[in-house]
C-alpha cells in the first residue's frame, strides 16, 4: 500500500444525525483516512431548504465520536465567520481530537454572495476576497500557536486577545482553490493546498505553481472531487443516470484506483472523495477497496 492517504466527505445534506455520524464512523472502522464536512449554510444545490448541518459544530461532535480518522473541512469560507470565533472552533475541535484535524479553508465566490447575505455574513468582492482569506488564516495562525493574538488590517482589528483552548499538535491549513489568487495564498500562507476537480494534467500545473510559489517551504499537495463507484459496471451506469461524466471519476473500485493514481502520479498525496451516494453504507466498502489500488 502506498503511503498516499485517501478520505471521504460525510452524508451531511440531511437531517438524520445517526446517518452522518454512521459515515464517520465507517470510513474509520474500514481503515479510510479522513472524513470531511461542506461548510455551507444552506447547500448550493437542492434549493434553500434543503437541510444541512452546520460544519464546525458537527465537526466538535466527529471529534469526540471517532478515534482514529482525521477530520476536515473541504472548506471552510473565511467571511461566514468571525476570525477569532473560527480560529475559537477549530482549537476547541482540534482539542477534542488532538492531531486529527485539518482546516481546509477558501474565500468562497461569487454562488456565495446569497448564502452570505442571507445569514448577514459579508461577501467580499473578487478583488478583495483574496487578501480577506490571507487575513483570515493569519489570524487562526496566531491564535493556535502565538501567546496572543493582535491583527489590525482592513478587515479585523484584534488586540492583544489571549487564545483559548491551546490544541497540544499542530493544525494544518489547507487553502483551496485553482484560481491564480488562491495559488498565491496557499503558497503564501498555507501548509497545503486543495485543488477540486480538474483533470491530473491541471493539478500538475497548479500544484507546480504553488510548490515554486512557496520558495521550498513544504506544501502538502491534495486533490478532493466527486467520485461514483460502483461494483460492477452495470451499478456505475445506474448512478450515473443523468450525470455529466465529466464532473465525476467514475468505475468500478479498480477503475477509479486508477484514475486517482493518475492525480497520485501528478503530485497528490491526499485524495478525497466525494460521492453523490454517501448516505448509502455500501460506499464506503467501495472506497475502502479503492485505496488498495493507489
Not at 448564502?115 to 455574513?121: L, Q
Not at 465529466?246 to 473500485?253: D, E, I, L, S, Y
Not at 453504507?281 to 472506497?287: A, F, Q, W
Amino acid at each position: 500500500m502506498s503511503d498516499v492517504m485517501l478520505g471521504v466527505t460525510l452524508p451531511q445534506f440531511g437531517s438524520d444525525p445517526d446517518v452522518f455520524v454512521d459515515g464517520a464512523r465507517r470510513a474509520e472502522s474500514l481503515g479510510l483516512d479522513s472524513a470531511w464536512v461542506f461548510d455551507h449554510l444552506w447547500p448550493l444545490s437542492g434549493g434553500k431548504e434543503r437541510p444541512i448541518f452546520e460544519a464546525w459544530t458537527a465537526m466538535s461532535y466527529l471529534a469526540s465520536t471517532t478515534r482514529k480518522i482525521g477530520l476536515g473541512t473541504l472548506v471552510t469560507r473565511s467571511s461566514l465567520r468571525h476570525p477569532v470565533l473560527l480560529a475559537k472552533a477549530i482549537a476547541t475541535t482540534a482539542t477534542i481530537a488532538p492531531g486529527r484535524v485539518t482546516v481546509g479553508i477558501g474565500s468562497g465566490d461569487d454562488l456565495s454572495r446569497a448564502e452570505n447575505e442571507a445569514f448577514g455574513a459579508p461577501h467580499w468582492d473578487a478583488d478583495q476576497r483574496t487578501a480577506q482569506l490571507i487575513s483570515t488564516c493569519q489570524v487562526v495562525r496566531s491564535f493556535l500557536t502565538a501567546d496572543a493574538v493582535t491583527q489590525d488590517d482592513r478587515f479585523v482589528s484584534i488586540t492583544s486577545l489571549p487564545p483559548s483552548p491551546r490544541p497540544t499538535h499542530p493544525v494544518p491549513l489547507w487553502v483551496a482553490g485553482r484560481s491564480d489568487d488562491a495559488l498565491e495564498a496557499a503558497a503564501v500562507v498555507a501548509d497545503g493546498w486543495n485543488g477540486w476537480g480538474g483533470t491530473p494534467k491541471t493539478f500538475a500545473r497548479d500544484a507546480a505553481t504553488v510548490t515554486e510559489r512557496a520558495g521550498g517551504r513544504p506544501i502538502e499537495l491534495t486533490w478532493a472531487g466527486q467520485v461514483i463507484v460502483g461494483s460492477d459496471e452495470t451499478e456505475v451506469e445506474r448512478k450515473m443516470q443523468g450525470r455529466n461524466p465529466r464532473h465525476f471519476v467514475a468505475g468500478t473500485p479498480q477503475q477509479v484506483g486508477n484514475r486517482l493514481a493518475e492525480f497520485v502520479a501528478a503530485g497528490a498525496r491526499h485524495l478525497v472523495c466525494t460521492a453523490p451516494d454517501s448516505a448509502d453504507p455500501k460506499v464506503y466498502e467501495l472506497i475502502s477497496q479503492v485505496r488498495d489500488r493507489l
